[in-house]
DNA sequence: CTGAAAGCGCTTACAG
DNA sequence: CTGAAAGCGCTTACAG
């Protein structure tokens, strides 16, 4: 059923029928209605959206690309409130939500008006074709492109105030928890640590890395272990890992919250108690992190704040207003009871956050 | 840049341009390189997806609509593990994801080759809208449409088991507490209750009562509390009502964890103990709940194995195969931290779930 | 207040 | 292995 069909039957022009949709004010009050009960009749749902989009040459929908497999991304807490934040703004602006993994870096680029790209490596292949494409577009948290319009955290500021956390609480032996990206890099060295294609894992690395030097423990001897995998299981096994590890660390600096999390339950299994006997810090303050037994002590970012400004940047550039500066949000420490002094005693204590 | 201009440039036809992408076996591979090559060359990313959509008649994208905000949709870790379910077969057969507010049921019903329809009121309009059009969907939990594609839960076995553990345990004076959906539904009123458009709701109700009935408790004594709206602040308002109440409940049914997290914080900050002195159980089992300070005792569903189904579901509508019979999902009580005999004392104690 | 005509970008059956 | 032509469903500037 289309236009045609309902101009037919009412013996009008389709444009009417267009205008009864589109136009309202261009026809009759009694005209529209017999329209739109003819449509009704004929099970007519209005304009079809691909007609629409190619005539219209737009699709009032924004992309939302990830590098995970469209599962991952939807579970991730810390995702999940980014997504709901772009949900927000995007709801109010009448625009749809499409979903996209990298994959396919052309569907990619031809589903939407506009892309949000969350979180990629550097040289991933959406960028080049959205460049390619003149796509508006706006990243979030990686990778770093001169000049593009940009909303992440500070990273490095919020690793640094937990490293220096840790430090102040007297820990000597401190171990990293990394990201697992899928790939497995191997984290331990150095050399390829420092091509590591995310830079939000670099820039928490080299947060860490400053307070820690700054408090006289040698990066050099802090092991960075990274989750061999996105999801639970594997980082289940790299906490087994760290716990097992020759270092015998007082602490650990997990990257997230989830990865904090695999951490706690893994000490508890194997009868290490957290903070008494290890402390473990984590990233993101993702809603569990305040409920978990003990709760974590983290780097709090507004995630729903970033999605919405993300969003805000996206539609002002759809409506061709000029690039905005890049937006860098505050990563601040959260201290809750998981740390404190290392076993043997430490420095000062600090006061807890009262919630 | 289009088809056309590539063609133009080469000196071919659009149409072998066309078949470099959708049909490589149709022409040479020199040509077909010659033809990508001006294509990056131009800046042109491939066929655009509506003048495709339009020509095939297809758009390989699943729609999910929900009844509220999309940014609830997102936030919510039950819906949001039903979404990671969809998507990862989403994914899988190359479609896109589409989120639709359930607002605008024309959109909703012209952007996606099909609709998920989640967890929406009776009468809905997506949903005639749907039908109009022979849209091919799938009902997620609500509404119950006759002889509609459907996934859902046993909601009624779930909160009767919820409601049977709390009997045992002895408890007589409960409470429960139901979703907030917006409008304000006085669910005291046992006559507008009956009248509730939320299938769900009226099932984990019935459930609830079932079992309060058949344990000695006559569900006329039992207050339904409602909170006034769908986010957190609403569950809190509703959670602090319910510990002011007359009734002073030794016991709270929560429809659903987050509900039952209002409850539990809202006891502490009236120095109340859950569970020595306030049962409270939820709905849902979401991965908060095992972390929660007390691990909270829930009904539990497999959202994202809901998510998967309804998925394939819909992919065997589209691609013409007869509709399957409902599916029904079990929904089974967890036991944990949150419950224990009323204070006075209650009947028999059941053992914990070991995690 | 209403209509005829052009064209958005693409793909496919058909012919060579 | 390649091409000419038709048409998917819609909307808009223009004319009346």
Known sequence: VTVKDIAAEL???PMTVSNAYNRPDQLSDALRQRVLE??????????????RDLRLGGQRTIGVVYDTPLAYAVRDAAAAAFLGGVAAVAGKAEHHLLLLAT??????????????????????????????????????????VPDAPFVGANDRRGAR???????????????ILAFGHGDPWPLADAERRAALPYAVTRERLAGYKDALRAGGVDPANVPVHEAPGPDADAARVAAEAIL????????????????????????????????GELSVTGFDDVPASARTRPEITTVRQDHDRKGRLAAELLLARLRGEPPMSP??????????????????GGARTLEREDR
């Open 103 to 144: 994959a396919d870096p052309v569907a990619a680029t031809r589903g939407a008006d506009g892309l949000i790209v969350y979180s990629v490596a550097d040289g991933d292949p959406v960028l080049a074709a959205t460049l390619d494409r003149r796509l508006p577009f706006v990243v979030v948290d990686q990778p770093r």
């Open 244 to 275: 097992r590890s020759d270092l015998g660390p007082t602490a650990v600096l997990a990257m997230s919250d989830d990865l904090a999390f695999a951490v706690v339950d893994a000490a508890a299994l194997a009868g290490v108690d957290v903070p």
């Open 11 to 13: 013996g009008v022009s």
């Open 161 to 175: 105030e937990a490293a220096a956390h840790l430090v102040e609480l007297g820990h000597r032996r401190v171990a």
């Open 327 to 344: 937006q860098r949000l505050r990563a601040r420490l959260v201290v809750r009871a998981s740390t404190a002094p290392p076993p043997g």
């Open 38 to 51: 003819t449509a009704a009749r004929l099970g007519y749902a209005g304009p079809s959206r691909a007609g």
